[in-house]
């Protein structure tokens, strides 16, 4: 009994000699400058990831997209300037209502966020109306003559009636007092007056009703009836965003329904922003004139 006692005291104080063996390795020089390398080579290895993302995909350099529309195109490169941005025209379009080079389009949009030295992309409003050939209207229905006009963007100013054996149909266009041919270029948006046939004796037509209309759709409709627009009275309008809201209240002479005027006659019209001034009439059915 004491030879095997002997033996397992032998074992465990071997056992013990190797574990403390074990332990003057693990935590000898050598192992600790091994593993401080170590520890240095995967610092930086994270911070030299952390300065690539930093330094070429400038993830802190993100800025929000300021709005841009109705600046004009100077305007809007200052503001981009600011911002660390850049502005590239894109494309133009014809607005006849918005100055030229005024930002009518942008992208990306207001309030989106984007990397520092983005490319913004404009489009603005044409400076100048681009140019159109005057359509062959010539012996043709007013009625048609005008549809043809307006598929053109050509918009119509005076009626003026001459005798001829063509009733009611264009004889002639003129834009200032001059006569045009069919196929000249002219700029859209441009106001051109027709010589429309009255026939022999000269026709008289029923006075449309013009209340609760803005001064364009009038035109449209005394157009289409042979007839133009006259004085035109606004009562409370003090800018043209007031003008474009206003309405007609009275119009002269008043549309009776037994009443006729000459083809060619004008209508004079009174404008308002009170809607209350409109007097009692189908504000709708008169609007659907227009389109019909």
Excluded: W
């Excluded at 032998?10 to 013990?16: D, I, N, Q, V």
């Excluded at 930093?54 to 195109?73: A, C, M, N, R």
């Excluded at 992208?107 to 681009?130: D, G, H, M, Q, W």
């Excluded at 859209?188 to 449309?208: C, F, H, M, Q, W």
Aim: negative net charge; hydrophobic residues 40%.
């Amino acid at each position: 009994m004491q030879f095997f006692r002997a033996q397992e005291e032998l074992l465990y104080l071997r056992a013990s000699i190797f574990e403390v063996s074990m332990l003057k390795d693990i935590f000898s020089k050598r192992f600790i400058l091994h593993f401080a390398l170590a520890l240095v080579a995967v610092v930086a290895a994270i911070a030299g990831s952390y300065y690539y993302l930093q330094t070429y995909t400038k993830q802190d350099s993100v800025v929000s997209v300021p709005s841009l529309e109705g600046y004009d195109i100077v305007e809007a490169e200052a503001v981009l300037k600011e911002y660390t941005l850049e502005g590239i025209v894109v494309d133009s379009l014809y607005l006849p209502e918005t100055r030229g080079g005024q930002i009518v389009d942008q992208e990306p949009k207001a309030a989106s966020f984007v990397k520092e030295n983005r490319k913004i992309y404009l489009t603005i409003s044409r400076y100048s109306s681009p140019m159109v050939k005057l359509p062959n209207i010539e012996e043709q229905t007013l009625a048609l003559a005008l549809a043809k006009l307006s598929s053109y963007g050509i918009e119509v100013g005076e009626l003026i009636n001459k005798p001829s054996d063509c009733t009611d149909c264009v004889i002639g266009v003129l834009i200032d007092n001059k006569e045009i041919e069919p196929g000249t270029p002219i700029n859209k948006g441009l106001k051109v007056d027709l010589l429309v046939g009255e026939g022999a004796t000269g026709e008289k037509i029923s006075i449309p009703v013009l209340f609760g209309l803005t001064v364009d759709e009038a035109q449209q409709l005394v157009n289409r009836a042979g007839l133009n627009i006259g004085a035109t009275v606004y009562i409370d309008c003090e800018n043209a965003a007031d003008s474009t809201a206003a309405r007609i209240y009275r119009q002269l002479p008043h549309p009776n329904p037994n009443d006729r005027i000459m083809m060619g006659s004008s209508v004079d019209v009174y404008l308002s922003e009170d809607l209350t001034l409109l007097p009692n009439a189908n504000i709708d059915s008169i609007k659907a004139q227009i389109t019909h």
